[in-house]
């Protein structure tokens, strides 16, 4: 990496700030039900704890408008202290006279982790003053929240301004192993594209169209590439601003020598519950008032002999709506293809993250990315802010 890591700091006895992305999940009791991401930082904690440093913690939770009780980070903090084995102290604001004076108290070895800093308006409006106070707490600054790097906030990107900013392990370990695989992959390539709509995912066809060799093209955006291509969908959904859009990227692959393949078959249903009444049909016979949720069984074998050849897999949004068990099949099917490879195997977090979760497969994966919006930028060439702030080696 041109920017400086860890590996390049000298932190005995200093503060380090630390940005990670604790936006985890609560249930009802308020407590954290996914702790993949918490466990996602401890490496970079561990790191720079054993290097006798002083760490500072920064996170958001949620999408709060203003002080939210049941978005403070009280629970995040007793997880992180279960899993790291060692207390972590919260305080319940992030900049100010309570903070300054916890953070004058801080050891070496010891966590403080600040409030949600979404509390404050001025962190997504990136706000100097905010990101200078929130510098003023540390003597260098750490960035290991990949899932918030694509956005341009105080702490984020403000913050970096004013101190010497270094990637974490797990920002760094996001970009080498999403870099490796856009700039050097090992080929056969292969991009699995799935979610609800084309639009979101305009820009990472785009830039994977010129990378690939293989591009499949599943779940609820398929029906609008197969509507540019003359089939009925039925109630399926449609796109239908994106139409012309799609009809011109089968052409592009063609051009290019990009295999494109697009569902052959459907599981439909008759509504969009979960014990509507189904049926599997090729995708030329899909009545009028039937919706496609799922592809089906042929597709399955298309989609998943694509993937066993492949010495490079990534994978961003589901075949199907894999929340409802009548149509998961498509998505649990890409899933073990994808683990039986053998090639490197690359889940563009998300709802494809949380697919291979579901289904006991993500530790098969070679990467599981922390960052559904940030994967999702980084594969259509974007340069991520958070990343772009880092100090430069």
Known sequence: MAKLTINDLDVRGKRVLIRVDYNVP??????????????????????????GAALILMSHLGRPK????????????????????????KVNDCIGPEVEKAVRALKPGEILM????????????????????LAGLGDVYVNDAFGAAHRAHASTEGVARYLPAAAGRLLQKELEVLGKALDNPERPFVAI??????ADKIGVINNLLAKVDVLIIGGGMAWTFLKSQGYEIGQSL?????????????????????????????????????????????????PADWQALDIGPH????????????????WNGPMGVFEMEAFANGTKAVAEAMAACGGTTIIGGGDSASAVELFNLADQMSHVSTGGGASLEFLEGKTLPGVAALTEK
């Open 193 to 198: 594209l799935g979610g609800a709509k084309v």
């Open 114 to 133: 600040l409030e949600n800093v979404r509390f404050y308006p001025e962190e997504e409006k990136n706000d100097a003053a905010f990101a200078q106070a």
């Open 299 to 314: 597709s399955r074998e298309i989609f998943s002999a694509a993937i066993a050849k492949a010495k490079t897999v990534i």
């Open 238 to 286: 449609l796109d239908a601003e994106r139409i012309q859009f799609a009809a011109e990227q089968v052409s592009k692959a063609k051009d290019g020598g990009v295999e494109l393949l697009l569902p052959v078959d459907a599981v439909i249903a008759d509504r969009f519950a979960p014990d509507a009444a189904t049926r599997v049909v090729s995708i030329d016979q899909i």
């Open 66 to 89: 203003g002080v939210t009780e049941s978005l403070r980070l009280d629970p995040v903090a007793r997880r992180l202290a279960e899993l790291i084995g060692k207390p972590v102290q």
């Open 26 to 51: 609560l249930d009802k009791s308020g407590v954290t039900s996914d702790n993949t991401r918490i466990r996602a930082s401890l490496p970079t904690l561990n790191d720079l704890l054993a290097k």
